[in-house]
């Protein structure tokens, strides 16, 4: 019998991408009430607490649509620089540079309004108190077993280490990206960092965790379905490295894009490797049962580009209408999931 885990990426407000695709397939076919389990990361996380915890679909678009500025609640120094940053404009002073984001000296958003979304989203129950499983990344600043960081996998499984802790808690931890929203306390546990630094498609995580907990038996037991956040159009040309030895800090974490350079090259580039790895390493253990659908994006759009949610949501619903391979996604899902 087939174990069915519905996966989504991170991406912040790119989010309502997956949402949006979610709702498609859940109209179609009901994927939803079918699912056996839930994975996600940063913001995919937040999707997956939030269904388990059994949030209509609907609700949770909603929430892309008309939330992003209570989720981006600015960290007290909201100035001209962001605002041209998410006009894609660059900074006019240096002056401008050092108080803009994503924070340099400071992140650049509190979390009390990210909080708020996800108390209303999951309620103040447990890990432990979901139906189904569900399983979301972070990245743990502190382990003193290791005396280092740790990757962490949080979920509702019998031996999981933080199955204890709040869905808020797990919501904050996978969510908290780094120069966007501070670390996230949880407990004894110390402080937490976004998932995307190390499983943007939490595919693999997922897998792992599900045959670890006994949910599933071996990788041949496991459907599942993932959702990305919208491939985005970036990388660095080989005209754009003019001299190799050049590329420090200023190059690899500058806040603003340079040419064909994005901003924050080095976030950007340890996200979307990593989400195209586990893509590919979960096709490669669970062939045919393994589906990936994702919207090409015609431009760059930021985690916190929330002014913008009106083209993302127009990029993905020409992407349902028109795409051959969401086509293809909606015949694997017709066949394999319901």
Same mark, same amino acid.
């Given at each position: 019998?087939?174990?069915?885990?519905?996966?989504?990426?991170?991406?912040?407000?790119?989010?309502?991408?997956?949402?949006?695709?979610?709702?498609?397939?859940?109209?179609?076919?009901?994927?939803?009430?079918?699912?056996?389990?839930?994975?996600?990361?940063?913001?995919?996380?937040?999707?997956?607490?939030?269904?388990?915890?059994?949030?209509?679909?609907?609700?949770?678009?909603?929430?892309?649509?008309?939330?992003?500025?209570?989720?981006?609640?600015?960290?007290?120094?909201?100035?001209?620089?962001?605002?041209?940053?998410?006009?894609?404009?660059?900074?006019?002073?240096?002056?401008?540079?050092?108080?803009?984001?994503?924070?340099?000296?400071?992140?650049?958003?509190?979390?009390?309004?990210?909080?708020?979304?996800?108390?209303?989203?999951?309620?103040?129950?447990?890990?432990?108190?979901?139906?189904?499983?569900?399983?979301?990344?972070?990245?743990?600043?502190?382990?003193?077993?290791?005396?280092?960081?740790? *990757?962490?996998?949080?979920?509702?499984?019998?031996?999981?280490?933080?199955?204890?802790?709040?869905?808020?808690?797990?919501?904050?931890?996978?969510?908290?990206? *780094?120069?966007?929203?501070?670390?996230?306390?949880?407990?004894?546990?110390?402080?937490?960092?976004?998932?995307?630094?190390?499983?943007?498609?939490?595919?693999?995580?997922?897998?792992?965790?599900?045959?670890?907990?006994?949910?599933?038996?071996?990788?041949?037991?496991?459907?599942?379905?993932?959702?990305?956040?919208?491939?985005?159009?970036?990388?660095? *040309?080989?005209?754009?490295?003019?001299?190799?030895?050049?590329?420090?800090?200023?190059?690899?974490?500058?806040?603003?894009?340079?040419?064909?350079?994005?901003?924050?090259?080095?976030?950007?580039?340890?996200?979307?490797?990593?989400?195209?790895?586990?893509?590919?390493?979960?096709?490669?253990?669970?062939?045919?049962?393994?589906?990936?659908?994702?919207?090409?994006?015609?431009?760059?759009?930021?985690?916190?580009?929330?002014?913008?949610?009106?083209?993302?949501?127009?990029?993905?619903?020409?992407?349902?209408?028109?795409?051959?391979?969401?086509?293809?996604?909606?015949?694997?899902?017709?066949?394999?999931?319901?």
């Amino acid at each position: 019998m087939s174990f069915k885990i519905l996966c989504c990426d991170g991406g912040g407000i790119r989010g309502v991408i997956t949402a949006l695709l979610i709702q498609d397939l859940d109209q179609r076919f009901g994927i939803v009430q079918s699912a056996d389990g839930f994975a996600g990361t940063s913001t995919g996380g937040l999707i997956s607490l939030g269904l388990v915890s059994n949030v209509g679909i609907d609700a949770i678009v909603n929430l892309y649509q008309n939330e992003g500025a209570k989720i981006f609640e600015p960290n007290g120094w909201f100035l001209d620089a962001q605002a041209k940053q998410q006009d894609r404009a660059p900074a006019q002073s240096t002056e401008e540079l050092l108080r803009s984001g994503p924070g340099i000296f400071r992140c650049q958003y509190v979390n009390t309004g990210l909080q708020a979304v996800a108390q209303n989203l999951v309620g103040g129950g447990a890990m432990s108190s979901a139906s189904r499983f569900v399983a979301v990344n972070s990245a743990r600043l502190w382990d003193a077993s290791d005396n280092s960081w740790a *990757p962490c996998t949080i979920s509702n499984g019998q031996s999981n280490t933080y199955r204890g802790i709040s869905m808020v808690d797990a919501a904050l931890a996978t969510s908290a990206a *780094p120069t966007y929203f501070p670390p996230y306390q949880v407990g004894d546990f110390g402080y937490f960092a976004d998932g995307g630094t190390f499983a943007n498609n939490p595919s693999m995580t997922a897998i792992v965790e599900a045959i670890y907990q006994g949910y599933a038996t071996a990788t041949s037991d496991i459907v599942m379905l993932s959702l990305g956040t919208g491939a985005n159009p970036v990388g660095v *040309p080989p005209g754009s490295v003019s001299n190799p030895l050049d590329w420090g800090v200023t190059h690899w974490l500058w806040p603003f894009s340079d040419g064909a350079v994005p901003a924050t090259a080095l976030l950007d580039l340890t996200m979307d490797a990593t989400a195209e790895l586990a893509a590919i390493q979960a096709q490669q253990l669970l062939g045919s049962n393994y589906m990936r659908g994702n919207v090409p994006l015609s431009q760059p759009f930021g985690l916190d580009d929330y002014k913008n949610v009106g083209e993302l949501v127009s990029a993905t619903q020409n992407y349902i209408e028109t795409s051959p391979e969401w086509a293809a996604v909606r015949s694997w899902v017709q066949q394999n999931w319901t």
